[in-house]
């Protein structure tokens, strides 16, 4: 990322611990391997934040509801939690952004925390957005749509960390990707995946997917949001432990029945997100994306 200094260090360190998996252009790495975004170009981007620093992404598919990914709210109060639009330097101050309280999280009832299976949850935005040129919709695959092909290209975009260091992004990145058939990603994940998942991967010997703080963001394929960023391996951009996102269309039913079971201005539910916390082994911790 051209910071000098900081670079050296985190080279010096990342050198120390990594001597054993470097692989050849790792060190080019950001989103993982992509680049920034033309400011205000995805304006269905969200950003969650907890005291005021980043946490997870997701997308806008209402005026007063975003799709993100139920791992996000593990251990969090939501009522803490803010929806930031219209962003895309979080650490300026933009006249095009628009900060919301959120008032109900909807996790998916069988999200399970060791498995990631179902890693989807409904926010629901305490007012209404302003759509215009900043803040937009993003929309959802037919109910009825196969899975997509290997090989379909598609982006990923976050402003989660552009290094397997940590290293926070000038403004929000993109990387294209490919899916990657889900037997041979259920393969490199040694049977771990269960069905409704997807996979994908650079498609050629770079390394490019998502990383931590990208989770719940939406993969992109022909301008409809397939896939929610939901987990990886330990290094980001790893192809032996390659992205796996929730594979949106096999929730298109339960999404749209939350949406008329909360119809805006009713009171606010409960949190369902914040109860019962479960308890996660530490190997699940670590590719567990903030
Ligand atoms: C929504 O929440 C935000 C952040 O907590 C707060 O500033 C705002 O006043 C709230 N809006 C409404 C309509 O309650
Ligand atoms: C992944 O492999 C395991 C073990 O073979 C299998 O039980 C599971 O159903 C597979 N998952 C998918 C999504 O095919």
């Given at each position: ?9 985190l ?23 992509g680049r920034?975004?033309?400011?205000h ?7 969650v934040?907890?005291?005021g620093?980043h ?17 996000c709210?593990?251990?969090r ?29 909807i ?8 498995t ?54 000038p ?61 990886s ?55 567990v994306?903030?």
């Amino acid at each position: 990322m051209g910071h000098g200094g900081r670079d050296h260090l985190l080279l010096t360190v990342a050198t120390t611990l990594m001597l054993s998996i470097r692989t050849p252009g790792f060190w080019g790495a950001r989103i993982i391997g992509g680049r920034e975004v033309t400011p205000h170009s995805r304006p269905y981007m969200v950003s969650v934040s907890f005291e005021g620093q980043h946490h997870c992404g997701g997308f806008l598919l209402r005026a007063h509801w975003v799709v993100s990914a139920a791992h996000c709210f593990s251990n969090r109060d939501p009522q803490t939690g803010l929806v930031v639009l219209g962003a895309h330097a979080l650490r300026t101050s933009e006249p095009t952004r628009q900060v919301f309280g959120i008032s109900a999280v909807i996790r998916h009832p069988d999200y399970q925390p060791m498995t990631h299976a179902n890693d989807i949850c409904l926010l629901q935005l305490n007012s209404s957005a302003i759509l215009g040129p900043a803040v937009g919709l993003l929309g959802l695959p037919q109910r009825s749509s196969r899975p997509l092909k290997a090989g379909t290209r598609c982006q990923v975009a976050g402003w989660g960390s552009v290094s397997n260091f940590e290293e926070l992004p000038p403004g929000l990145m993109e990387a294209e990707v490919r899916v990657l058939g889900l037997d041979i990603c259920n393969s490199s994940w040694r049977g771990q995946l269960s069905p409704a998942m997807l996979c994908t991967h650079s498609g050629d010997r770079r390394w490019r997917g998502f990383c931590s703080a990208d989770s719940g963001g939406p993969l992109v394929c022909r301008n409809q949001a397939h896939g929610l960023v939901s987990f990886s391996g330990l290094w980001c951009g790893d192809p032996k432990t390659p992205d796996v996102y929730t594979q949106v269309s096999s929730f298109i039913t339960w999404i749209w029945d939350v949406i008329q079971q909360h119809p805006h201005g009713l009171q606010p539910s409960p949190f369902p997100c914040t109860t019962g916390a479960s308890k996660r082994a530490a190997w699940v911790q670590h590719w567990v994306h903030k």
